[in-house]
């Protein structure tokens, strides 16, 4: 018979007598009750075999009552099974001995059974119940007139390891929940009779108790632990079967068999109450609802809903839920006479019933309950609002249909691969009567490395935190491991301690692979150093290498030739030849794995970003206009100021030619005086760049830059327009930074705008980009003190020869108070037919002292400024040098000389 029942995983072993019909007489835990635990010891080490082992420590000789089970008054009545039990005894030893499966009744023992087993021998008992009706106790008696160690093996009849104790029992009533319900049992093993932790289970689900196993409506769960989880249907009464399968058997006849369970699938009883007393009154203008006593209300008190005035105010309650979805709410309520009063809910900010008022009808003063079904709650924290309509309801206590409180939202998340590092293991709690932050609730969490068992104290894993009211525990974790854990929540349910036990969580701990940062594309410029601004991250096991490597590129370029150190993370690279290169890192962490990352590496030859400076536009005035102001801080000590007075204020207009057409990034350099984003709106060859203002930024007075973005020009001419919009900008220049500038001398000296004194100045010097090593340029200057006259030859100015050189002497003794022009013009060897035509610059010629002749101006260059204050601190440094009063002077004169709108200088009082 045995070798038909079923076996499942994890859970409790059975042992029973069996009836004549073969029904289990004894469950497991009766039997176990029934060993004397001084001297029987129930083990299974018998591999392949169901067969149950029992070794027994005899002390001394008589009777021991190898398994017994006594049943309690008045006795049982076990007619149904039959009149008789089978079992089915072996001694497997070497030494003989008496054995005798008893019943009782009536506190008579019948000991005509005894029969002596020899050596191997196997004897097949049939014990006779004298009253079946009134069994005091069954048993199995063994007898030995020697002390020593013996072995009894069980192999039939009373063995029995068929899946046993479902949940729910055999007909009973369920109440289907959100997401499905769990259905488990218990698993019995020959190895684990206790845990069933080796046994596979294939679980049949469905609702033709005459044809379960091969209806195709049934449904099938195959390779289960203890339990499954079902989607259920209310009004449905479904039946289910375990077939349980020993090691290596699974796939082929089932080991052991339960027997065909049933229940019924009802709607969820609400269980989740929120008192009315409880909830936030909102009064309304005129008045409010009123918290009364109630001797007969669910928790003595009750909210009433006023009928006076026109605004009556409202009361709200939290609910949170675990996910959205549709739910009852049950509203218990009275009305003092039996006219129907209406009130209206509203969720989340919603109305329900379109807005109308909810009808309660009249109870004659008697509590009710009145269903609001089809109520839609979103996952998280739910509002819900009685709001006063006609009132004159008293309310006693709301509730929901919601699904359990069980913790929910592991992580590390189910599945996830984790590193080990200072972990911390974190759930969401869920609690009845404090949804902000389920402060009620606590927890027990329970982690391991082998699957929770349900039917074991402490699932058969360690316990780590005890009703902890925290919903996160750091742990201690090891590389290679899979973890489970548990999180079981204790929540106050109506005033007692409710038990919601977790579900079962895992994770893994690997070694990750080294995580490699690179951009996507990068453009270089040829012979300029380089670097690509790799990043690497790995927390596993230490000990990092690199290897870059050159996938792909212009024909004869080797990684060699580009890279200094190619075992580096981050190595200096210079590209020699124009092109594209595809790069490659390779990483290998300390536990092997390898990381791969590319990068497209676009070489360009190296030009300076075409750069327009503001104050060079064009003014186009309104009732008021941008102005031109001094600032030293400016790129070349100038900028252009967007008015914020008047109506039309004006716009400043930018005409600069571009060596190619497309779409090009545009960043502007500008500054704000203060945090606040000041707007102006930004024309693009007379096309609006965007719909509206284009806001910059405060910056506190500092330069920075705004990313506008790309923007298409022209090939050749083009214009940019700023209109005065909210004002109050400094532009200071506008830069193309990825479209070649004009090749052109740059970088003037004296800078353009520039205050000398008049025997300040006594050369002129510029620079020229990188070139070819074919290439030369050689220059020409023109100097002098008014604009260039393009009528006159040489412009009406001074023309220096200035050859390959970059630097030439000023030609004439400078003037006080003037303005002096220069530009260059220079010619590359490579196209001595095109010269190229640099900016006109200028600067400005100062007294020498005049208005600076203070002791403040410790190098005489007729300004106080920095460099006065680095020679003033180098003299209070040094024996004799500065003193404090040089300090007083020093502060008295500092930057006191120049105009604070103009940035010009100015007379001094």
């Given at each position: ?5 079923l ?10 007598l ?41 002390t001394?000789g008589?009777t ?7 049943y ?15 079992v ?17 009744s ?6 005509d ?19 079946p009706?009134?069994?005091?106790a ?10 020593g160690?013996?072995?009894v093996?069980i192999?039939?009849?009373v ?8 949940v ?18 218990t ?8 845990t069933?932790?080796?046994?596979v289970?294939?679980v ?21 632990g ?6 259920l ?64 209300a ?19 309650w ?7 979805g549709l739910?009852?709410?049950?509203v ?9 009063r ?7 900010g ?5 807005g ?13 309950d009145?269903?609001i079904?089809?109520?839609?709650l979103v ?19 709301f ?10 939202k ?25 949804p902000?932050n ?42 290679g ?9 204790i929540?106050p349910?109506?005033g007692v301690?409710?038990?919601f ?6 994770f ?27 990043t ?14 050159l ?5 004869n ?19 020699d ?35 327009i ?8 005035a ?16 100038r900028?252009?100021w967007?008015?914020w ?29 203060g ?19 284009t ?6 007075g ?17 214009s940019?327009?700023?209109?005065c ?18 090749r ?11 205050n000398?004194?008049?025997?300040g100045?006594t ?80 600067f ?46 020093f ?7 120049i ?11």
């Amino acid at each position: 018979m045995w070798r038909t029942m079923l076996l499942t995983w994890m859970v409790v072993s059975v042992l029973s007598l069996s009836g004549a019909d073969g029904q289990v007489i004894l469950n497991d835990a009766q039997w176990q009750a029934a060993s004397q635990a001084d001297q029987v010891t129930l083990i299974t080490d018998i591999p392949g075999d169901p067969g149950l082992q029992v070794d027994l420590t005899v002390t001394g000789g008589g009777t021991i009552d190898m398994l017994r089970y006594d049943y309690p008054w008045p006795y049982a009545d076990l007619s149904e099974y039959g009149t008789t039990f089978v079992v089915e005894l072996e001694n497997p030893g070497d030494v003989g001995y008496n054995l005798n499966p008893f019943s009782m009744s009536g506190s008579w023992v019948w000991t005509d059974n005894w029969q002596w087993i020899g050596p191997g021998q196997t004897i097949v008992y049939t014990v006779t119940f004298n009253d079946p009706t009134l069994v005091e106790a069954v048993g199995i008696q063994f007898n030995t007139g020697t002390a020593g160690d013996y072995t009894v093996k069980i192999v039939g009849g009373v063995v029995d390891f068929a899946p046993s104790d479902p949940v729910p029992a055999d007909g009973d009533d369920l109440g289907v929940l959100v997401g499905g319900n769990r259905l488990r049992w218990t698993n019995h093993s020959v190895a684990y009779p206790l845990t069933g932790d080796d046994i596979v289970c294939d679980v049949y689900l469905g609702t033709d108790p005459n044809d379960l196993i091969t209806d195709p409506d049934t449904t099938v769960f195959t390779e289960v632990g203890n339990f499954v989880v079902a989607e259920l249907t209310e009004g449905v009464t479904y039946y289910w079967q375990v077939y349980a399968f020993e090691p290596g058997a699974y796939g082929g006849e089932p080991s052991y068999i339960s027997e065909r369970w049933s229940f019924n699938a009802v709607e969820r009883e609400p269980r989740t109450r929120y008192q009315a007393e409880d909830a936030t009154i909102e009064p309304g203008a005129d008045t409010a609802p009123e918290l009364r006593n109630d001797a007969d209300a669910d928790g003595g008190q009750i909210v009433w809903t006023n009928w006076n005035g026109d605004s009556r105010g409202s009361f709200a309650w939290n609910v949170k839920t675990q996910q959205a979805g549709l739910y009852t709410l049950t509203v218990r309520y009275k009305i003092s006479g039996t006219d129907d009063r209406g009130d209206k809910v509203e969720i989340n900010g919603e109305y329900l019933n379109g807005g109308n008022d909810f009808m309660y009808p009249g109870s004659n003063g008697v509590f009710m309950d009145y269903l609001i079904e089809n109520v839609s709650l979103v996952e998280g924290v739910n509002t819900i609002r009685i709001g006063t309509s006609w009132g004159g309801i008293s309310y006693d206590y709301f509730e929901l249909n919601l699904d359990d409180l069980t913790a929910t939202k592991p992580q590390p998340t189910v599945g996830e691969v984790v590193l080990v590092d200072d972990n911390t293991l974190s759930w969401k709690k869920h609690s009845l009567f404090d949804p902000e932050n389920a402060s009620d609730v606590l927890c027990n969490v329970y982690l391991g490395t082998r699957e929770p068992n349900e039917s074991l104290e402490d699932y058969g894993i360690t316990l780590i935190a005890s009703e902890t009211p925290d919903s996160e525990t750091p742990v201690s974790l090891e590389w290679g491991q899979n973890y489970y854990w548990v999180v079981d929540s204790i929540v106050p349910v109506d005033g007692v301690d409710t038990l919601f036990p977790g579900y079962a969580w895992n994770f893994t701990t690997l070694d990750p692979a080294a995580e490699i940062t690179l951009d996507a594309s990068r453009t270089v410029k040829r012979t300029v150093s380089t670097w690509m601004g790799a990043t690497v991250t790995d927390l596993g096991v230490p000990g990092l290498s690199y290897e870059w490597s050159l996938v792909d590129g212009p024909n004869n370029v080797v990684i060699e030739d580009i890279c200094a150190d190619t075992t580096a993370l981050d190595p200096e690279f210079v590209f020699d030849v124009l092109g594209l290169h595809t790069l490659k890192l390779t990483v290998t962490d300390g536990a092997d794995n390898i990381s791969e990352a590319t990068i497209d590496v676009t070489v360009i030859e190296f030009f300076r970003a075409l750069r327009i400076e503001a104050e060079e536009g064009t003014i186009l005035a309104g009732d008021t206009a941008p102005e031109i102001r001094r600032d030293e801080l400016a790129s070349e000590h100038r900028l252009m100021w967007t008015t914020w007075s008047g109506t039309n204020r004006g716009s400043f207009v930018l005409n600069f030619d571009s060596p190619e057409a497309g779409t090009f990034d545009m960043i502007i350099h500008y500054k704000v005086g203060g945090t606040g984003a000041r707007g102006d709106k930004i024309k693009i060859n007379g096309l609006p760049a965007s719909p509206g203002d284009t806001m910059f930024p405060g910056t506190s007075g500092v330069f920075d830059d705004f990313a506008y973005g790309a923007v298409t020009l022209n090939q050749g001419h083009n214009s940019i327009e700023v209109l005065c919009a909210w004002g109050g900008i400094s532009y200071d220049y506008i830069e193309f930074p990825f479209l070649e500038a004009p090749r052109a001398p740059y970088d003037p000296d004296p800078s353009n705008w520039e205050n000398v004194p008049t025997t300040g100045a006594t050369e002129l010097s510029w620079s020229f980009d990188p070139n070819s090593p074919e290439t030369t340029v050689t220059s020409v200057v023109y100097f002098g003190d008014a604009e260039p006259d393009e009528g006159q030859t040489d412009f009406g100015m001074t023309k220096i020869e200035a050859g390959t050189a970059t630097t030439v002497a000023v030609p004439e003794t400078l003037q006080d108070n003037a303005t002096y022009y220069w530009f260059v013009i220079a010619t590359e060897s490579d196209a001595p037919n095109d010269p190229f035509q640099g900016r006109l610059w200028h600067f400005i010629t100062i007294p020498p002292c005049e208005w600076f002749a203070w002791g403040g101006d410790l190098d005489f260059d007729c300004d106080v400024d920095n460099q006065d204050l680095y020679l003033l601190i180098s003299g209070w440094l040094t024996e004799g040098g500065a003193t404090l009063a040089d300090y007083a002077e020093f502060a008295a004169h500092w930057l006191t000389c120049i105009d604070p709108v103009t940035g010009e200088p100015a007379a001094c009082d």
